[in-house]
């Protein structure tokens, strides 16, 4: 199944299944967290019941983010991804020796999320924009401490994702020690539908990734191309570490993180020494492809210049506070 949310003229939310270019809605009211809280085959049951009524074609809608998600959690699962970022940004080469012991994440914005064909406002003062090619699952149910047996009962399915980095305040702000912070918090692409695993199954290799092709486009032109199965965790793995010592809720959102093989451009920059192709600028746009899971487009633009924030106000460290009066 597809199942999507669209916008059908100015205010009808509508929450369906996607088939011939068609949406089947389901019952009025009914929200995607909705239909991932009460899982796959209560959600097959609406879906064979909203195909028995009369679909809305696609070309008359808009499509909108597919959830809101409970959270979102953001990988970083490909290896070729790793090596050619960090040396874009930290001016380092190879690996971590802990990127191997487990699937890293950092938690993003989930308010700030875009759907298919939304505009996307980079911070005004980045200029080093970028894009980055993933594949994010959907949580279904709730676990804590799951085994990876145990996590493959709570995929409900798959989208496409663009976690758009700024990379020049990433950089700079990740020089504190903490993930990234405003390099990534001012937009999330998601979309365009949810796929269910069902139509995903005959792609899985002998360890149970996704050989699905995944492509970027610039204007047209292709920049990177990679396998999802070039991954170095699977989605269940994912599931069970992000639920280990803490927990995982239907609606939850976990990224695989870039794709490698020019997923994204500082991969690219970070091999060529340079920054070619050159950055995003406004107007440009940008396609992500994976097989079976469709296509996510946006055009880039720039948010308005915000406020200025005050100086830092250096602390007074040689005045102790008060000891309180004896009473």
Not at 5 to 31: R, S
Not at 206 to 228: H, Q, S
Request: hydrophobic share 40%.
């Amino acid at each position: 199944m597809r199942l999507a949310t669209a916008l059908d003229g100015v205010d009808d939310l509508l929450v369906g299944v996607v088939e011939d270019d068609h949406l089947h809605p389901f019952e009025a009211g009914t929200t995607m967290r909705d239909v991932v809280a009460a899982g796959l085959p209560a959600a097959r049951r609406l879906a064979e019941a909203a195909l028995a009524r009369p679909g809305v074609p696609l070309s008359t809608l808009r499509l909108q983010v597919p959830l809101e998600p409970a959270s979102v959690r953001d990988f970083v699962a490909f290896e070729e991804h790793v090596e050619g970022v960090r040396r874009s940004i930290e001016g380092t080469g190879g690996v971590p020796d802990a990127w191997y012991d487990a699937p890293t994440f950092y938690f993003t914005n989930p308010h700030r999320l875009l759907g298919p064909d939304e505009a996307v406002p980079f911070p005004a003062a980045s200029r080093a924009r970028d894009l980055e090619l993933e594949v994010a699952v959907v949580v279904t149910g709730e676990g804590t401490s799951l085994s990876v047996e145990e996590a493959a009962d709570h995929v409900f399915g798959f989208l496409v994702m663009n976690d758009w980095s700024a990379r020049d305040l990433q950089g700079r702000e990740m020089q504190v020690g903490l993930g990234p912070a405003k390099g990534k918090d001012f937009a999330t692409s998601l979309g365009p539908w949810i796929v269910t695993p069902d139509e995903v199954a005959d792609r899985r290799d002998a360890d149970g990734f996704l050989e699905l092709v995944g492509t970027v486009e610039i204007n047209g032109v292709e920049v990177g191309r990679d396998l999802l199965a070039n991954c170095g965790w699977s989605f269940e793995a994912m599931i069970a570490y992000a639920s280990r010592d803490s927990r995982v809720v239907s609606g939850d959102v976990l990224g695989s993180g870039t794709f490698g093989h020019g997923g994204c451009l500082a991969e690219l920059w970070g091999l060529a020494g340079r920054q070619d192709p050159p950055p995003l600028v406004d107007g440009d746009v940008v396609t992500l492809t994976v097989e079976r899971l469709g296509s996510l487009t946006a055009t880039i633009a720039s948010a308005p210049e915000p406020p200025p924030l005050p100086a830092f106000r250096p602390s007074e460290r040689h005045r102790a506070p008060a000891q309180p009066a004896a009473g």
